[in-house]
């Protein structure tokens, strides 16, 4: 069982950054894959940036590359999204997701947080 808690959302200007972090519980962190995602008003949860489990491997939404960084530190049980030269079209509820071994760029993902809040301002 893995639980997760996403912190660092916010209300930002157009151009400005924010971190995110998400917390896990649970002894097997190091043996998942972790993805965010994000969710705008009025539109599905798509998938945004994921790593592997050894923060060998990471990936990337095309709307997003090369202005978001993922990262995770498996000695702390956190993984997190740098978020720079946001955009308003950045603004949604993000969500950290944690699956076993292999990493998706789908919603299939075994656990979930409860998410975070983003908005940018233009």
């Known amino acids: 069982q893995v639980q997760l808690v996403e912190s660092g959302g916010g209300l930002v200007q157009a151009g400005g950054s924010l971190r995110l972090s998400c917390a896990a519980s649970?002894?097997?962190?190091?043996?998942?894959?972790m993805g965010w995602f994000r969710q705008a008003p009025g539109k599905e949860r798509e998938f945004v940036a994921a790593?592997?489990?050894?923060?060998?491997?990471?990936y990337y939404a095309d709307a997003v590359k090369g202005r978001i960084v993922i990262s995770r530190d498996n000695a702390k049980n956190t993984v997190y999204l740098q978020m720079n030269s946001l955009k308003p079209e950045d603004t949604a509820v993000y969500y950290c997701?944690?699956?076993?071994?292999?990493?998706?760029?789908?919603?299939?993902?075994?656990?979930w947080g409860q998410g975070t809040k983003v908005t940018v301002s233009s």
């Open positions: 997701a944690a699956r076993a071994f292999e990493v998706r760029r789908t919603l299939d993902y075994d656990y």
């Open positions: 649970g002894r097997t962190f190091s043996r998942h894959a």
């Open positions: 790593i592997s489990w050894g923060g060998g491997n990471t």
